[in-house]
């Protein structure tokens, strides 16, 4: 089954690297509520789709992908869409009409063959391969071929390396925060590992909004010893807590109840993208919303560093850090 041969997960991870390259600085913004500004969106997307790398051909699979769920979206109980607006889309975007068909068929074919899961186009063969196949084995099958087709990859492995997929998919909307995968940051070559390694280094890796605090977990928390705190806790005690007496509770501002930590959530706005620069290693690249346009002012908060709260000493190596808090004793935390 090439759909979840190695050299189709090979395929997957190289995409992910074409992502990962500082200048490709594309934009695929689709959010829009009205169907009719997104199949505007998708057409333009279709046609910056000029190059012919693999990062590059997945995208126009998934504008012409979502461009005919759109335009099916838009008829809004109708047969067919308004001619009138998308002649105009045509006109603003330049398209002809035969060429505004061709992707419209392509995006028919997508979904049929995908069935509601776009992420497996990330393993549909974007080029030449060691099984001599094409994308057309599979937009040519027949209806009874594809009801097997689907009977096939309807198996756990399938499931797991879509959902790799479906984590890469809404990264690729930049209003989304970016994923990074287990095997980008273990540099690990999935091509020597057996399946159930692979299969759980193909997953993105573990990421949490907010801080995750279980004082419950006795075998972490029993041997901490009572933190001498100036007012009353819980013990164990949270160390991101503030007592109601401590004043200020900021470090951006000096109100009681501040908003500077819902300041930072850029929701619908552009969010930095996970870049490898060479030598330097991965970091992150700021976006901004328009070309020339400054992408953070001064004093912004653009995030938190956030992970697993255990006690001090409980974790080692280069991502284990210690709270400061220099109002408490009992340091470090």
Request: proline share 8%.
């Amino acid at each position: 089954m090439a759909i979840g041969s190695r050299p189709a997960i090979q395929q997957f991870c190289n995409i992910v690297r074409s992502r990962r390259d500082p200048n490709d600085d594309r934009s695929r913004v689709a959010s829009s509520s009205d169907p009719n500004i997104r199949i505007e969106q998708r057409i333009n997307n279709i046609r910056k789709s000029q190059q012919r790398s693999d990062l590059e051909k997945l995208r126009k699979r998934l504008d012409e992908f979502y461009l005919a769920e759109d335009i099916e979206q838009s008829k809004d109980g109708r047969l067919q869409s308004d001619p009138t607006v998308i002649g105009n889309i045509l006109k603003r975007t330049g398209l002809s009409k035969d060429t505004f068909k061709h992707h419209q068929k392509w995006g028919n074919k997508w979904r049929v063959i995908c069935r509601g899961r776009p992420a497996l186009m990330c393993f549909i063969p974007l080029g030449q391969n060691e099984f001599d196949i094409s994308s057309k084995t599979y937009t040519e099958l027949e209806s009874t071929e594809l009801d097997r087709f689907h009977h096939l990859i309807d198996i756990p492995y399938v499931h797991s390396i879509c959902t790799a997929a479906e984590a890469f998919l809404r990264s690729l909307d930049s209003t989304s925060d970016d994923v990074e995968f287990r095997w980008e940051a273990d540099n690990m070559p999935l091509h020597e590992l057996p399946e159930n390694k692979m299969l759980d280094y193909l997953q993105p890796f573990p990421s949490s909004p907010g801080n995750m605090f279980h004082p419950n977990d006795h075998d972490l928390f029993d041997a901490w010893p009572n933190v001498p705190w100036p007012f009353d806790t819980p013990q164990p005690p949270d160390p991101t807590m503030i007592a109601k007496s401590v004043y200020p509770k900021c470090d951006f501002c000096d109100i009681d109840d501040c908003q500077c930590v819902l300041g930072s959530d850029r929701g619908g706005h552009h969010q930095p993208r996970i870049k490898d620069y060479g030598g330097l290693g991965r970091g992150l690249q700021a976006v901004a919303l328009k070309m020339g346009q400054v992408a953070y002012e001064k004093g912004a908060v653009i995030g938190f560093v956030t992970g697993e709260v255990v006690p001090a000493g409980a974790r080692s190596g280069p991502w284990a850090l210690d709270f400061v808090r220099p109002d408490l004793d009992g340091e470090p935390i």
